[in-house]
């Protein structure tokens, strides 16, 4: 048994990278697909995308660094210069999804979670799991919280303008009538 149990370990943690790959992909698609579901621009693939590429160049930053540094010669490389230029990237990629219509913004959230789902693929790429997912569910339970209050606003947004429409218009017709 222990030694099928070492088996299993050791094989894990030779393939680790390829299991960061798949959690980053699956956390992403649940992103992507959250925002699909509202008919956002940004959607799926979008997301899936944005955190699998955030967790490749993570995981290369930092295999490169170990690979390429050299302790006793002085020559350290820092793994994570790399995932600070994601940012930088992430920052492009979420100005392109903010649009200005009129006095109205759009896009602020969907470019938000671009820079969320990048965050979650260097989280992941760098091996920090279980923050990462914590995050996540931690996430997705406060925004459907903020959906169900959000919602309930707005219905009584256009509850309190139904009534006054119909207000004026009961008060108009009782003129006419006289």
Not at 66 to 79: A, C, H, R, T
Not at 115 to 130: D, E, K, Q, T, V
């Amino acid at each position: 048994m222990d030694v099928y149990l070492d088996y299993i370990t050791g094989f894990f943690w030779q393939h680790e990278i390829y299991f960061r790959i798949l959690v980053s992909a699956v956390l992403g698609f649940l992103i992507g697909w959250d925002r699909t579901s509202k008919n956002k621009p940004a959607g799926l693939k979008t997301y899936t995308y944005v955190a699998v590429a955030c967790t490749l160049i993570t995981i290369v930053s930092i295999e490169s660094a170990e690979m390429l540094s050299q302790p006793d010669s002085g020559k350290v490389m820092d793994p994570m210069r790399l995932a600070a230029q994601i940012v930088s990237g992430l920052g492009f990629l979420g100005a392109g999804v903010i649009l200005k219509d009129g006095l109205r913004v759009k896009g602020l959230t969907s470019a938000a979670m671009i820079f969320y789902a990048g965050g979650i693929g260097i989280g992941i790429g760098a091996g920090f799991y279980s923050i990462v997912i914590f995050t996540t569910m931690v996430t997705f339970i406060i925004t459907k919280i903020g959906n169900f209050f959000e919602e309930r606003e707005i219905t009584s947004v256009r509850f309190r303008w139904f009534r006054r429409k119909r207000k004026n218009t009961d008060e108009n017709e009782e003129e006419v009538g006289t």
